[in-house]
């Protein structure tokens, strides 16, 4: 493994844990910035600010994890185009959002939104990037079936 | 290597297993459901039994704010900052509890206003009024 490779996974990692770590300590808090998107009913919304936190922990450690790590950046590859959409359909709608990513609020409107959304785009390209380049192990060739007797 | 399947299907229940214990054994997990406060808000009841000086933050837009506001009330949003930031500072003093309001629970802006002046003009005592403009409104029309 590259060093390249080695200092992405080790950021997207550390991205994942930082951002569950912040959220899980006030759900209530993640809970606020999700409703400010006004995509999900409250009731959802709250199911998924208790979730969500604990699904970015888990893929965060998981990144670290060899044996799990191509899984997990196929979860960072998909978590990224939903912030993306979500963050691109309150772009559109010219909501007042809080990002709701890492603690500090920043209230998001206008051209406000293009650094939340270049940031998703790098973690998208990153996780990636680490995809392509580490194909999944080749599945060890079969045995020939014995022939008949 | 893993199957990714399996690995995807780890995930999903680690996660929601470690959700369900925090639901179970973390009491703000479970504020989740009962529309609590966050940390950084406050309720109406609590800030009209707060005694001592209170600061009254509009941080909707200044169309709404001068169609209809809290009493006492000063404008500030983050379109306005500059023009409207000179009017808080003068009012503001050491111990003054800071209390800033946007439309509901789903507007930002609130948020965004007390956290620039907590950090940025080391506001000591700012929360967000837990309901917004909305909560006053329903309180008001009781």
């Not at chain 1, 409703?35 to 922990?57: C, I, K, N, Q, S």
Request: net charge neutral.
């Amino acid at each position: 493994m590259s060093t390249l490779a080695t200092i992405l996974r080790l950021a997207l990692a550390g991205v994942f844990l930082a951002a569950a770590v912040v959220k899980i300590a006030d759900p209530v808090k993640f809970h606020a910035a999700l409703l400010t998107y006004r995509m999900l009913p409250d009731l959802v919304a709250a199911g998924l600010a208790l979730w969500l936190p604990w699904f970015e922990l888990c893929t965060g450690v998981a990144i670290l994890w060899p044996r799990h790590s191509r899984a997990a950046l196929w979860v960072v590859v998909a978590l990224n185009v939903v912030f993306l959409a979500a963050i691109g359909q309150a772009a559109f709608r010219e909501l007042d959002i809080v990002c709701g990513c890492f603690g500090r609020p920043a209230s998001v409107r206008g051209a406000g939104y293009l650094p939340y959304l270049a940031r998703d785009l790098a973690f998208l390209a990153a996780a990636v990037w680490l995809l392509r380049r580490e194909p999944p192990a080749a599945v060890p060739p079969q045995p020939p079936p014995p022939r008949g007797e | 290597m893993a199957r990714l399947p399996h690995s995807w299907f780890g995930l999903l229940l680690a996660a929601t297993l470690l959700a369900l214990a925090a639901f179970a054994f973390d009491p703000r997990a479970r504020d989740l459901l009962r529309d609590a406060p966050a940390t950084d808000e406050t309720t109406l009841a609590a800030a009209r039994e707060h005694r001592g000086p209170l600061l009254w933050i509009d941080a909707r837009p200044a169309a709404d704010f001068a169609h209809d506001h809290i009493p006492d009330a000063l404008p500030l949003n983050p379109d306005d900052w500059e023009a409207q930031i000179v009017d808080v500072l003068t009012r503001w003093q050491p111990g003054t509890r800071v209390i800033v309001y946007c439309d509901d629970r789903a507007c930002g802006s609130s948020r965004a206003v007390a956290d620039k002046l907590r950090h940025e003009y080391q506001f000591d005592d700012v929360a967000i009024l837990h309901g917004g403009w909305a909560a006053w409104r329903k309180a008001m029309s009781r």
